[in-house]
């Protein structure tokens, strides 16, 4: 059963810093203050991201405490060291030694071409986190996917409205799966019913009539976090990335190519019990949900 949004997960916050005039901004997610087991799992050829090491199998640190998803490209990075610096303040993170690492993995998308050349740096990240709510958060133009476009394939002049989308699904088991998603792919973007939401026909145009100019490498990217309140080691983590991956891919025809880093990361900030075989559905059938309503303003 579909219910709201990723903040449907217990523990989990968002929080967006937009500049609507620059057209870029990013979006935090804010973990319980014990931090969560996560994974990622990235594809595509052109991501942008950090602390993305710590999150396989067999490293040593087990859980993060936030994840800041930005616009900006490269540049946007830098919106994670605001986010690791609001949570110092509050004493978040790893014991090491004498102090407490806050651990944020992030993912960034290219909007430099829509706006100005502007991007979220340290203190953006920061505000990010002190308006993040449990409550559901603003979706289509806002934070990370302020400037995000999709359906690039004939050129930016012909590229539709990307944005923020959210979803979440109850098992009935009780665990809720959660994502948030921000679209700014080469491909389309099609409704789970087949309709073609926002784009130009690449699929007919690729099979049909071959690909045309393609667009700037690095340029595009589907940026994405998939939460539960089930309990999950690291492998299942990376495995429910992966299978979130899959409704990426049923929504954005097509998906993870030359020009796109699609990264999704998976966070499990619960104990609940639940099948896995269910989980990876219900994460598939909430990163279509979430994708749709990026780019369906509601």
């Not at 740096?121 to 400037?147: F, H, I, N, V, W």
């Not at 002049?157 to 979440?168: C, I, K, N, Q």
């Amino acid at each position: 059963m579909r219910v709201v949004a990723i903040t449907d997960v217990p523990g989990i916050r968002v929080g967006h810093w937009t500049d609507a005039q620059a057209r870029t901004g990013c979006t935090v997610v804010l973990l319980p203050e014990e931090g969560a087991v996560a994974g990622v799992d990235v594809r595509g050829a052109a991501p942008g991201t950090r602390e993305t090491d710590l999150l396989q199998p067999g490293r040593l640190v087990e859980r993060v405490h936030a994840i800041c998803l930005c616009g900006g490209s490269a540049f946007g990075l830098a919106a994670a060291d605001g986010v690791m610096r609001f949570l110092r303040e509050r004493d978040v993170g790893l014991p090491v030694g004498p102090a407490r690492v806050p651990l944020v993995p992030a993912a960034v998308l290219f909007d430099l071409g829509v706006g100005a050349v502007a991007w979220p740096g340290p203190d953006e990240g920061y505000a990010a986190c002190l308006a993040a709510t449990a409550d559901p958060p603003e979706e289509g133009a806002a934070g990370a996917g302020t400037g995000a476009t999709v359906g690039k394939l004939l050129g930016p002049d012909r590229a539709s409205p990307g944005g923020v989308g959210t979803a979440s699904v109850r098992l009935p088991s009780g665990a809720v799966v959660g994502a948030l998603a921000v679209a700014n792919s080469v491909g389309d973007v099609h409704a789970r019913d087949g309709r073609l939401l926002a784009g130009v026909g690449a699929g007919r145009l690729l099979l049909e009539v071959g690909r045309p100019q393609p667009p700037p490498a690095g340029a595009s990217t589907t940026i994405a976090v998939v939460a539960t309140d089930a309990r999950l080691d690291k492998a299942g983590c990376r495995r429910l990335a992966e299978l979130a991956q899959d409704g990426l891919a049923l929504a954005i025809r097509p998906a993870h190519t030359l020009f796109d880093g699609d990264t999704v990361f998976a966070v499990s900030a619960g104990e609940a019990a639940a099948d896995p075989v269910s989980l990876g559905a219900a994460a598939t059938e909430a990163m279509w949900c979430a994708i749709e309503r990026a780019v369906v303003r509601v």
